[in-house]
């Protein structure tokens, strides 16, 4: 089953139990949002799952692409991207969650075909804050699917304070083995849909008070869920990214995690700067100069002559359209150009200072915050240059 299949399959299924499709936003949260770039599918929709009525009513389903920073380091494993989409769907004080359960267990081994006996569910086991997800915990033993109760894992928060509540995590496993273990104990079982009942608002102190509206709030990667539908090893491996995996080598021969970081992050740069974002010293744009730098980083270090104009237009075309962003190509690449320009120039004045017999000693915080904050010369680039 190809990416868009899974997605179609997805929008038409809750459609037709009563969900209306919310077009997707850009990865650029609306003014005033501290968040740097959309996170979920759920972000876009926070003031209505605070309470405020949605014009589409109180069942809702869409797509959203999403992009999260916090993973970068992780990036290259086979699960984690930078860019990814979510399919999300949510009851704004409508269904509670043993529906939003039975649905996804539908969607999964009616609409998708998967064995129901390479499922596996967690759910919240209870504490002193709340006690146990009963109701769910029933639901996934009515269905013959095994459960791994516990605590953390199993509770959602937005942050320190605000919405909050337990939830259930469906897994899917993904050895050469018959199923075994439980999702906490064996890497094997992947996480692929999370179900959270917001039921609770933790206040300054810490105490919970009820929400005036339950919220139901899942999330479906997208890309993590077709590489297990398609059979492959990794979100790398599955059909978005085969022109990727098909072009990229023929340019430059990279190892398996470097093929997959080079990828990842030219994706991503792609789909940022399609939604209006240009490398700077802050903010987003340093999200995308970092994006493009660890790119040429990894390029140059086997071959300085590398360059990003070797990027095929086709790469760029297939990223734009997947995203659904109305951009002409060339307006990608120049940008992508400029910034390996700037890159190349300070490389070469890095360089020239690390030279300078002060620096050639180890270095301590004080040159490291000198080097930045007069020469502009960031700690990973100082730590890459005194490698070589």
Request: hydrophobic share 35%; net charge negative; charged share 30%.
């Amino acid at each position: 089953m190809k990416t868009e299949d899974i997605v179609r399959t997805f929008l038409e299924y809750f459609e037709e139990r009563g969900h209306r499709r919310v077009t997707g936003s850009t990865l650029l949260p609306p003014p005033g949002d501290p968040v740097l770039f959309t996170t979920s599918g759920m972000h876009p929709l926070t003031p209505y799952l605070e309470g405020r009525p949605h014009p589409l009513g109180r069942r809702l389903v869409n797509v959203q692409r999403c992009l999260r920073t916090t993973d970068l380091d992780e990036v290259g494993d086979s699960t984690h991207l930078t860019v990814f989409e979510m399919l999300g769907t949510w009851s704004l004080g409508d269904y509670e969650g043993p529906e939003s359960l039975d649905w996804g267990y539908g969607l999964l081994t009616e609409g998708l075909g998967v064995d129901p006996g390479l499922l596996h569910a967690t759910v919240y086991g209870g504490d002193e804050r709340s006690g146990r997800d009963s109701a769910s915990l029933e639901f996934w033993q009515s269905r013959g699917v095994p459960v791994e109760l516990t605590v953390e894992d199993n509770w959602w928060s937005n942050g320190p304070t605000g919405p909050c509540g337990p939830d259930s995590e469906i897994f899917f496993w993904s050895g050469d083995t018959p199923p075994r273990s439980t999702p906490t104990r064996d890497d094997r079982w992947v996480e692929v849909w999370n179900h959270v009942m917001m039921r609770h608002r933790r206040l300054d102190d810490g105490s919970l008070v009820p929400l005036p509206q339950r919220t139901i709030d899942t999330g479906l990667g997208l890309e993590r869920l077709a590489a297990l539908l398609q059979g492959r090893p990794s979100v790398f491996e599955c059909d978005v990214f085969d022109p990727w995996r098909r072009l990229v080598p023929t340019m430059w021969p990279l190892e398996e995690r470097s093929l997959r970081l080079v990828s990842d992050h030219l994706r991503s740069a792609v789909v940022v700067i399609g939604d209006g974002v240009r490398p700077s010293s802050t903010g987003r744009g340093y999200v995308l100069r970092r994006l493009v730098r660890r790119v040429l980083t990894v390029l140059w270090r086997d071959d300085p002559t590398r360059g990003l104009g070797d990027l095929p237009s086709e790469l760029i075309e297939h990223t734009l359209y997947h995203f659904r962003q109305d951009m002409d190509p060339a307006d990608v690449r120049r940008p992508l150009l400029d910034e390996e320009q700037r890159f190349r120039r300070l490389l070469d004045r890095g360089r020239r200072i690390l030279a300078r017999p002060r620096f050639r000693r180890p270095l301590d915080d004080e040159d490291l915050h000198y080097l930045h904050d007069t020469h502009g010369l960031p700690r990973d680039l100082i730590m890459t240059l005194r490698q070589e």
